[in-house]
């Protein structure tokens, strides 16, 4: 295990190791945490074919930490962009859910009801799932059930507008309870819902994404796959995770951006896209040894044909 280093100690690693530091390193280090922003951001900086021949990370030749740092702060204002759009398309994606399920299901607490929801044979699994679907359908009802009666049980979990519908109605509706189910519940329940209803939610998708005749439909597949991975960025958002490079499977950035497409309205996404532009731009000079074209190949986007726009490559399946 490796033992604490105070700050002085951490920049003289740095400095042993090649990187060139100034006032301001003990300062941020002190601030923003060695391994946020050392072990976080570093690859792009390090030599890796000196590294063949010596046990400890080289950095490339006059890399300074303020472009490390640089790299950082970039990363923390991608987050901060993209959570805006992708808690948008997370409150979308959760209503057209809640608004199907409730219009086939008009009791108030239908959603506790098994039978409300597909069978094994009938539940949405991935084109590309092998594996045993009764056993999987037993898991995710039994964890889904869970999740719904402990959020109506355990007093300690309550917000106060469930409480308030307890303590005046002695139940909640789905439309309230949603509030205090994350994106990730409402993923495990939209798997679980009647195909039918599914479909509810497609239309509903495709009428508030201001789709036109002419756009092709969105099919229950369709809006899993947006809540398998929107679901998997908007954590990585909200709990201070390395974005830039980050990947579902093969799922990058790039295609997040397409998904974000099935929940929210075509220029509201294309929004998105400029900003992210602006945002290389902002940091395409500071970087050095890293450019915007780099950044871009890191989220999965093609190299950029003019400036100020961005191509997308992936499609939503």
Known sequence: MKEFKSIEEQVELLKGRGVITDESTATILLRENYYSV???????????????????????????????????????????LTFGYLIQAEAAL??????????AHRGCTDYLDRASFSDAKGMLVPKAFRGNKAALHSNNMNRLMKILNDKLVSKAA???????????????PL??????????????????????EQNSVCKHLFSTTLRTDEDERLSPHDVMRAYDVLVHFRNLCAHDERLYCARKDNDTYATMLELLRIALPAETVEGLKRELEGLLKKYENSLHVVTADDLGAMLGLPPREKPGIIKSSCQAE
Do not use: I
């Open 94 to 103: 959760k209503t057209a859910t809640v608004y199907a399920f409730c219009d």
């Open 158 to 172: 309550n917000r106060p507008f469930t409480a308030h519908y307890l303590q005046r109605y002695g139940e909640v």
């Open 38 to 80: 050392v072990n976080g951001y570093k690859d792009p900086f390090l030599d890796r074919t000196a590294m063949q021949s010596c046990p400890n990370e080289v950095y490339l030749p006059e890399t300074r930490f303020e472009w490390l740092y640089s790299l950082f702060l970039f990363d923390r204002e991608l987050r901060q």
């Open 175 to 196: 439309w309230v309870l949603c509030n205090d189910l994350t994106f990730g519940n409402m993923s495990h329940f939209y798997q679980l819902m009647k195909r039918g």
